[in-house]
């Protein structure tokens, strides 16, 4: 447990030291917080025997072997320790072709693998991705909370899918907070009236500390380190989109204007409060793929959104550019390193330079997730401005500075045209009165879930049969736990019945108690 916090501490604040750390034991051990394990090489060393007192420390772990050899596996069928093995509840054996529908039924997120190259990268993409999404259905109260608090902003907000091609034309620079962007930032303070500056949040601080104020900011992630970045800022007024998911607390360093973004980024709660308020327009970013998990990702559809081209990449390393993970500005004291998962896990990839560069998995699905969003636009130029880093496959590399003499040579007063747009972009007039009554009737609803799963549970008397019936037909059932039942599945497997009812309750009530 020690060895990794102090790991991922050592990864954050000193990762050029981290990187050249051994990526992983050659032995067999496992990591104390690791969830699941794929062991390629099923019979070497009496894998089992090893891995057994880690697997009786929770019965959530599991160890998958992954045998390709059929004949050796029959040559063992004689073996004590494969009888140990396939008397174990935790343990599975599978081959390479079922492993996909494995990591999507354990969307576990610190996952160990030995013996590599049978497990492709697509396969741990697919589990990064299983794991993110399960993730946030099953801690989805946190979630609630902030949509809780974020969406009686609305009424106030401006509406951000209004500004739909309404910078038809105009160049726009997308900016990262890679180590590059540090290397363009004299350039980008001549940009102010050349194109527009969309940055999102680390990216916000990096720019804020530099004395660049972006024509658009955005914020779409939910987790706590993100009002610490935000925090770093010096207070400027930047028109900053946002989805509901969003830290509520960032609200506190900024002071707008605000922009509701419809991008289907909240999900169920989101779509039906937006039905509600009879907001139906496109989404931005819902040609973005699966593998877009940065809010650089919707920084880009957001410019694309707005009709701008060309429209420039900078700052956007997707790798420890010279051992940096971020640009200046980024970082506080304050600042605690979320634990990693799969989509952490560290690479070597030949870079834009045409060198190996030290990136993790996520940067990997980012680029490859940006390139496909750009060949899906080929009416839109997209350009790469950053020096170091990862690269794209489709969007070639150009220097800022040329692209500046090439693309941005019309100076226009681009600021003064945003904050008009904005003006004409308001939320419907009764949007305070309407999200007042939905969330009245959904409060209601979850009130009324939560009896039915107490006589499901059998701590009400009352037919189950019938409170099952009435609970899938409540609003806050569709929009809240839609999915509960098969997601405590994955957690919990094969769980008594009534002891999944019970913890569906708890699940519940911890939505109930939401502020």
């Given amino acids: 447990m020690m060895f990794e916090k102090n790991h991922a501490l050592l990864m954050e604040r000193f ?69 140990d093995a396939l008397s174990d509840p935790q343990v599975i054996f599978a081959q390479h072709e079922g492993l996909e529908a494995l990591m999507e039924k354990f969307p576990f997120e610190l996952v160990e693998v030995f013996g590599e190259e049978v497990v492709s990268e697509k396969m741990l993409q697919k589990a990064a991705l299983a794991h993110a999404l399960h993730r946030d259905r099953f801690y989805g109260h946190f979630l609630f909370s902030n949509f809780v608090h974020n969406v009686v902003r609305l009424p106030q907000s401006f509406y951000a899918n209004g500004l739909a091609k309404k910078f038809s034309g105009v160049p726009a620079i997308v900016c990262g907070a890679g180590p590059s962007l540090s290397q363009g930032i004299s350039l980008l303070k001549k940009c102010e009236n050349k194109a527009l500056l969309v940055a999102g949040g680390s990216t916000l601080a990096a720019l804020s500390a530099q004395g660049i104020c972006p024509h658009f900011g955005i914020a779409v992630d939910p987790n706590p380190e993100t009002y610490v970045r935000f925090k770093n800022m010096v207070p400027f007024e930047t028109p900053l989109l946002f989805s509901t998911r969003v830290c509520p607390d960032i609200f506190k360093t900024i002071s707008g204007p605000f922009g509701y973004m419809r991008s289907g980024i909240g999900g169920a709660l989101e779509f039906w409060i937006e039905e509600a308020l009879g907001a139906q327009e496109p989404l931005i970013g819902e040609d973005l793929s699966c593998e877009a998990m940065s809010v650089t990702a919707m920084c880009l559809a957001w410019a694309h959104f707005l009709g701008c081209s060309p429209i420039l990449l900078h700052g956007v390393d997707l790798a420890y550019t010279d051992g940096r993970r971020y640009a200046d500005g980024v970082l506080s004291k304050e600042f605690e390193p979320s634990q990693g998962g799969a989509e952490n896990l560290l690479l070597k990839r030949v870079g834009r330079k045409g060198v190996l560069v030290d990136t993790a998995l996520r940067w990997v699905m980012e680029s490859s997730s940006f390139s496909q969003f750009a060949k899906k636009h080929p009416e839109t130029v997209f350009l790469n401005t950053t020096e170091g880093g990862l690269g794209f496959s489709d969007i070639p590399y150009i220097p800022l500075v040329l692209a500046m003499d090439q693309f941005l040579t019309i100076t226009q007063p681009l600021r003064s045209q945003v904050q008009m747009e904005i003006a004409r972009s308001a939320m419907p007039s009764n949007s305070a009165e309407v999200i007042g009554l939905q969330m009245r009737w959904l409060r209601e609803s979850l009130a009324r879930v939560i009896e039915h799963l107490k006589v499901c549970a059998g701590m009400e008397a009352g037919s189950s049969a019938l409170a099952e019936i009435e609970l899938k037909e409540e609003l806050a059932y569709r929009s809240l736990f839609y999915d509960t039942e098969s997601v405590l599945e994955k957690e919990f497997g094969s769980m008594e019945p009534r002891l999944r009812w019970h913890r569906f309750l708890e699940l519940a009530q911890s939505y109930s108690s939401v502020g």
Avoid: M
């Fill in 15 to 83: 990762p050029a030291l981290a990187l050249q750390l051994p990526r992983k034991s050659s032995g067999a051990t496992i990591a104390e917080r690791t969830e699941i394990v794929y062991v390629c090489e099923p019979f070497r060393k009496n894998f089992y025997e090893s891995a057994r007192p880690w697997l009786q420390g929770h019965q959530k772990r599991r160890l998958i072997f992954i045998e390709e050899d059929l004949e050796r596996l029959f040559c063992r069928l004689h073996s004590a320790t494969l009888t």
